[in-house]
């Protein structure tokens, strides 16, 4: 037993190495961050729906938030951001609250997945008001196809120490409806 002793403390010490990320934001950093999310939500066509501007059954909750100036100097400087699974932007997840959509016809349209405490997704950099900014998001599956959906989604933005920022969203995008993001 004592041979293995040594490679049982290693394995233990990097098993615990490659744990969950330390969560090292104050408070204020992370009401900020959701306010910021919560500021800048948007509906927008999938990439799929944006090329073939066709009838589909997925759109994009798509928000931002400008990146910090040690990785704006990274990006600069390298052309690209290490990806670190520490950043604040990481520890964000999301709840659908409520939704009511309905397509052109009047259908009530349901979502495949409410998404249930979810992380959001990472989207490509972008620049916003001359700011690069990260952009986090999610597809949002529906049940039936749509030309156009209306309605409204209330998405619960959450951090650690549950903190929490809730925003509706209104939608109303049609499948011709361009990228309304800047540069596009």
Not at 51 to 70: H, I
Not at 120 to 132: C, M, R
Not at 136 to 159: C, N, P, Q, W, Y
Request: proline share 5%; with cysteine; charged share 30%.
């Amino acid at each position: 037993m004592k041979k293995f002793l040594p490679l049982i403390l290693f394995v233990m010490f990097a098993c615990e190495a490659q744990g969950a990320p330390r969560y090292r934001y104050s408070a204020v950093e992370a009401q900020a961050l959701l306010e910021q999310l919560a500021t800048h939500v948007m509906i927008i066509n999938s990439d799929m729906t944006l090329s073939r501007k066709a009838p589909a059954n997925t759109f994009d909750l798509l928000t931002y938030y400008p990146l910090p100036k040690d990785q704006v100097k990274a990006y600069e400087r390298n052309g690209h951001i290490a990806e670190k699974d520490d950043d604040i932007a990481d520890f964000v997840t999301y709840k659908i609250k409520d939704y009511a959509l309905t397509n052109e016809k009047n259908e009530a349209l349901r979502l495949q997945d409410k998404g249930g405490d979810a992380s959001l997704q990472d989207f490509a950099l972008w620049t916003y008001d001359k700011v690069l900014s990260g952009q986090l998001g999610l597809a949002v599956k529906l049940d039936k196809r749509f030309e156009r959906v209306k309605g409204h989604m209330t998405i619960v933005f959450e951090m650690p120490g549950k903190l929490t920022r809730e925003v509706r969203v209104p939608v109303d995008l049609s499948v011709t409806d361009k990228d309304p993001r800047p540069g596009t």
